[in-house]
């Protein structure tokens, strides 16, 4: 994806090329850690500490009560975290809605995960909102790659599409 971006001087959506430099503060307790030999890999779901950090941040900022060492993982990045979610909740044959233009590690990642990928086009001129009357059948899905800020929790979520009557996925995420 990252060679046709360039080859078409398009956006590129695959990869995020930062285009500012690291804060010298974040430069600096790096090369402290180094200095200091802190070398050992974090516990797989992340630095107590830090998630502790995320927990507050969370409570301050959301008013959410954040347990973390039972709601909070770390991982080294968005398509870890994105693999991890699709492993626990896509059953196969799952369909995944996948609003386009998306992330080049979406469908791949979901048909990791056994899934289907359900494209669902987005428009610039709609602010890129999945449209809800967008194709000729009913399907009722359970999960939806969201992008930015939102997220998909609950038991279904219906969205007209090209899938078809009758397409159902279940998500097994208990909802308080």
């Not at 995960?113 to 001129?125: H, I, K, L, N, S």
């Not at 059948?137 to 899938?163: D, K, N, P």
């Amino acid at each position: 994806m990252t060679r046709l971006a360039r080859e078409h001087r398009s956006i590129n959506l695959a990869q995020g090329f930062p285009n500012f430099p690291a804060p010298e503060l974040l430069k600096e307790a790096a090369a402290r850690a180094i200095r200091d030999n802190i070398n050992q890999y974090a516990i797989t779901w992340g630095a107590q500490r830090l998630r502790e950090a995320l927990a507050q941040k969370y409570h301050a900022w959301y008013g959410l009560d954040v347990d973390p060492e039972r709601e909070i993982t770390v991982t080294c990045g968005a398509t870890e975290a994105m693999i991890s979610a699709l492993l626990a909740l896509v059953d196969p044959g799952d369909e995944v809605i996948v609003p386009e233009p998306c992330y080049v590690a979406y469908e791949p990642c979901i048909a990791f995960a056994g899934g289907v990928p359900v494209r669902v086009p987005t428009r610039w001129e709609d602010g890129f909102a999945v449209d809800a009357a967008g194709g000729p059948g009913e399907g009722h899905f359970g999960l939806t790659l969201m992008r930015e800020r939102a997220r998909s929790v609950g038991a279904s979520l219906t969205v007209q599409s090209a899938v078809g009557e009758g397409a159902r996925v279940s998500l097994r995420v208990p909802v308080s």
